[in-house]
């Protein structure tokens, strides 16, 4: 049952590619392993942020509005090239996290309270900015969201690369552990001396650039900035992807190889109803079924 619980999130993952090697027609192609990675990276750069903000016993419910205020900004500010665009949309979503890691450090708002505030006034900043539905058309941008090395795409390469940097920042730097001891019990690491207020600061802050940069990356791939559906539900299917990878809510531990498999199981679930016609309504529920069972093995596994 331990191990089970441990690592259920890989178990969960081998099944869905098992059942739909049997179950699926043109299941096992190049291509269709293609879409399914460049569908789920997006997801993962988003879940490796709120893996941070969860891991010091907080959460980010404003990651999807970054995604479509950075989506926005790319739009605004494509035509001073596309690299200045991208480094505006970054900032952006840095100055958003800016304000979360501010209020909840200094002010001492709670962390969902304090992101759901700027989750509404996000979303709301970004339609003031982009009203409607822009095309986006640029060689630079199309190739970022299309291109590829050696059959891997551009956008499944940076979410690697994302990954990694954040498994080695957690696991062998400073600040990585800094944050696992705020996580755990803040009141402890205020007393031994550490940090807290920069830390969370820059949890924060990091967790909103990565949502920009999946933001910028979504909107390379669709070609087209939307800032009224871009982003919408993230948040959750970000929670979803940390929590069903093994990173308790009670924050104190961070399992980046965990998150990335639950992203991965999140897209497989996702994508195996839809080749089997269900509707989009199942995909939600399976979800919340998803996350009841791993809560609930989170709680087994703390009672031990």
């Not at 049997?22 to 988003?46: D, G, M, Y």
């Not at 949502?211 to 939307?226: K, P």
């Amino acid at each position: 049952m331990r191990l089970l619980q441990d690592y259920g999130v890989y178990v969960g993952v081998a099944a869905l590619l098992l059942a739909n090697i049997v179950l699926t027609p043109h299941f096992v192609s190049a291509e269709n392993f293609r879409t399914q990675a460049v569908q789920v990276a997006p997801v993962l750069i988003v879940a490796l942020g709120m893996a941070l903000a969860i891991g010091s016993e907080g959460v980010d419910l404003s990651v999807g509005s970054v995604m479509a205020l950075s989506t926005s900004l790319v739009a605004l500010y494509l035509g001073y090239g596309p690299a200045v665009a991208i480094l505006v949309a970054v900032i952006g979503g840095m100055v958003v996290g800016l304000a979360n890691g501010s209020l909840i450090a200094f002010i001492g708002v709670q962390p969902i309270v304090a992101t759901l505030a700027l989750m509404v006034a996000c979303r709301g900043l970004a339609n003031v900015f982009l009203p409607q539905l822009k095309d986006v058309r640029d060689p630079t941008m199309a190739s970022l969201g299309s291109g590829s090395v050696l059959g891997i795409p551009y956008l499944v390469l940076i979410a690697i690369a994302l990954a990694l940097l954040v498994a080695f920042t957690v696991r062998r730097t400073t600040f990585g552990r800094q944050l696992l001891a705020i996580g755990d019990s803040r009141p402890a690491a205020q007393l031994a001396g550490l940090p807290v207020r920069r830390v969370l600061i820059i949890v924060y802050v990091v967790s909103g650039a990565l949502a920009a940069i999946a933001g910028v990356l979504a909107t390379a791939r669709l070609t087209a900035s939307d800032p009224t559906s871009l982003g919408n539900l993230m948040e959750l299917s970000a929670i979803t992807a940390v929590v069903v990878g093994g990173t308790p809510l009670s924050g104190g531990r961070v399992r980046i190889g965990g998150t990335v498999a639950g992203a991965v199981l999140i897209q497989l679930l996702t994508a195996t109803l839809i080749k089997h016609d269900l509707p989009p309504s199942w995909t939600q529920i399976a979800q919340a079924v998803v996350i009841i069972a791993a809560v609930y093995a989170a709680r087994e596994r703390g009672r031990r």
